[in-house]
């Protein structure tokens, strides 16, 4: 299976060309239609998967001391290496936005205080523990890290690993931030879900890992990504002017805690699984090698065609329309015809395309 453009298959449920992507009030049809195209989604991706499982005990022995211990302990003591003033944590950056509520957005203040996370930061990311975790596509190891960027409330990082990676070079990694709305509750406004989706299957047939951060919103957190929806419900803003609307940074992700986990386990240098430059080029400034890109990239559904543009043409992700399910006379396509006629142009067919940097 073919890491990028593998398609949600939204098309094949789709029956305009291009929905509207603000949705009102929705109908019982289009309820109907959307119900149709999470079953879809849903009998896609859980299908039975044969596995191999490669799992190794003493890399994952928790009660192993030297284990835990604090990622940076090297730079000790008090961060003496930091370069320039200490910046804002990244807490403080949050505690200095508007409190909202998505009734009343626009009655707030808006926060002049939109900066982005400064990433000459250097957190502490602690290993906790690991254990073998088992799912329906297989077994994983799942290793819990404690970490904090400026001694600032900390979080919870945590890898989700497959095969023997410690120590290796060009090892896949996806870095994944938190989606509550779409891997929790099976959200279509974003893509976020089936990329992870993508990332897990990709990592248990190519040995890698998936970083999953918990900062939601692009680290705005969730309170405020509602506000955002409630605007871009009601004013038809996209996920950027959405933020911007309230006083909030466009993107406030730090990913010191990915730098310390390669570091961690060893892992020279990454494959990273992703389509946005502003996560390669903060990786790099970190320090983390990356001799490769992979393309994550999904189908657009009924609901999340506009996040995607923007992705696309806002933030400039790399996507290259190719999260269209229509070509350019406008015709849908659908991925499962093409693989049934031997036609090829499936996206699950060959091999993911790593560009090699
Ligand atoms: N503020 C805000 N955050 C969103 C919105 N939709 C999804 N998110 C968050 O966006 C984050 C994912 O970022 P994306 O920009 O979709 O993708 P990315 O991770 O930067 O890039 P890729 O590595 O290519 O997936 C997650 O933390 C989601 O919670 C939205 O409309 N507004």
Excluded at 187 to 216: F, P, R, T
Excluded at 334 to 352: R, V
Aim: net charge negative; proline share 5%; with cysteine.
């Amino acid at each position: 299976m073919s890491f990028a453009a593998v398609s949600t298959h939204a098309g094949a449920v789709a029956s305009s060309r291009r929905a509207p992507v603000g949705m009102g009030a929705s109908t019982l049809g289009e309820q109907r239609q959307v119900g149709r195209l999470v079953d879809h989604v849903a009998g896609r991706r859980y299908r039975h998967r044969r596995f191999d499982v490669r799992w190794t005990a003493s890399a994952g022995d928790p009660n192993n001391e030297s284990r835990r211990r604090s990622l940076n302990s090297r730079n000790a003591p008090g961060h003496a290496h930091r370069r320039g003033p200490k910046p804002p944590s990244i807490d403080r950056v949050l505690r200095a936005m508007p409190e909202l509520t998505p009734e009343s957005p626009k009655d707030k203040p808006v926060s002049t205080n939109a900066m982005s996370f400064d990433e000459s930061s250097i957190g502490d990311t602690e290993f906790i523990a690991e254990t073998k975790l088992p799912t329906g596509s297989g077994f994983y190891r799942l290793r819990g890290y404690r970490h904090s960027v400026d001694g600032g409330v900390p979080s919870e990082p945590v890898a989700i690993c497959f095969g023997d990676i410690e120590g290796r070079e060009k090892v896949p990694v996806r870095v994944h931030d938190a989606c509550f709305t779409s891997e929790v509750l099976g959200s279509l406004k974003c893509d976020c879900k089936q990329q992870l989706q993508l990332a897990m299957e990709y990592i248990q047939e190519n040995d890698g890992m998936v970083i999953y951060l918990h900062q939601e919103g692009r680290g705005i957190g969730l309170a405020n990504k509602i506000a955002a929806y409630a605007l871009q419900d009601t004013q038809g803003l996209d996920t950027v002017d959405a933020n911007r609307a309230l006083g909030l940074p466009d993107d406030v992700r730090e990913y010191t805690a990915v730098a310390n986990i390669l570091e961690d386990m060893g892992i020279r240098s990454i494959q990273l699984m992703t389509n946005n430059p502003r996560k390669v080029a903060t990786l790099e400034r970190l320090g983390v090698k990356i001799e490769g890109r992979i393309p994550c990239i999904v189908k657009a559904n009924l609901f999340n065609q506009g996040y995607l543009e923007a992705k696309e043409g806002r933030m400039k992700h790399f996507l290259d329309g190719s999260w269209c399910y229509w070509d350019h006379s406008g015709n849908t396509f659908d991925e499962d015809d093409a693989a049934a006629s031997g036609e090829g142009g499936g996206a699950e067919q060959g091999e993911p395309a790593a560009e090699e940097k």
